[in-house]
T-cell receptor, first 114, second 114 residues
């Protein structure tokens, strides 16, 4: 069974640009959540999707958005990039969006904003 | 405020030695506590998941303990190997609702020296 796939693996952008990251969950998993990881802040929750609906959103500005498609694949978009957006962006999938569900993480997309 | 604190921040030990990592939390209501291993530039991988009623859980050379009364957990690594070099993250779930209610510790960076 294939794991969680995130693309691209690495990305370099400049300030002001926008970026779209993709996440394909494990087959059969319908919940996808996104996280930002930086050396200073650690892992922080961005948002969670289930059945194409955003269920929860973390404390990030509106420049961060996402969506989920009918096949459970998810994308997140960051507009007007800032230097502080440089981070490892991780997505995780689970069968359903429950706190006691096991999360399976992808390898992440390393975003560098210059 | 719900928090998860880990200690030490970093640790260096010799190959073959044992070590113990600590996690203290102030999350309520408590759902479960997980330990993840994260290699540099990769996504976290689940090691153990413990609910309120579980005191100990093992996964090979990894043994996690949980004291729900004192809100403390530890991860003990036996006979360390070079491949154990990674960050270990303690994650506590609040309630039973969704992935948005998980609180991440800042991690312990473990380095194994030959």
């Amino acid at each position: 069974k294939a794991g969680v796939t995130q693309t691209p693996r690495y990305l370099i952008k400049t300030r002001g640009q926008q970026v779209t990251l993709s996440c394909s969950p494990i087959s059969g998993h319908r919940s996808v959540s996104w996280y930002q990881q930086t050396p200073g802040q650690g892992l922080q929750f961005l948002f969670e999707y289930f059945s194409e609906t955003q269920r929860n959103k973390g404390n990030f500005p509106g420049r961060f958005s996402g969506r989920q498609f009918s096949n459970s694949r998810s994308e997140m978009n960051v507009s007007t990039l800032e230097l502080g957006d440089s981070a490892l962006y991780l997505c995780a999938s689970s069968l359903v969006p429950a706190a006691n569900e096991k999360l399976f993480f992808g390898s992440g997309t390393q975003l560098s904003v210059l | 405020k719900n928090q998860v604190e880990q200690s030490p921040q970093s640790l260096i030990i010799l190959e073959g030695k044992n070590c113990t990592l600590q996690c203290n939390y102030t999350v309520s209501p408590f759902s479960n506590l997980r330990w993840y291993k994260q290699d540099t530039g990769r996504g976290p991988v689940s090691l153990t998941i413990m609910t309120f009623s579980e005191n100990t859980k093992s996964n090979g050379r990894y043994t996690a303990t949980l004291d729900a009364d004192t809100k403390q957990s530890s991860l003990h690594i036996t006979a360390s190997q070079l491949s154990d070099s990674a960050s270990y993250i303690c994650v506590v779930s609040e309630g039973y609702s969704s992935a948005s209610k998980i609180i991440f510790g800042s991690g312990t960076r473990l380095s194994i020296r030959p």
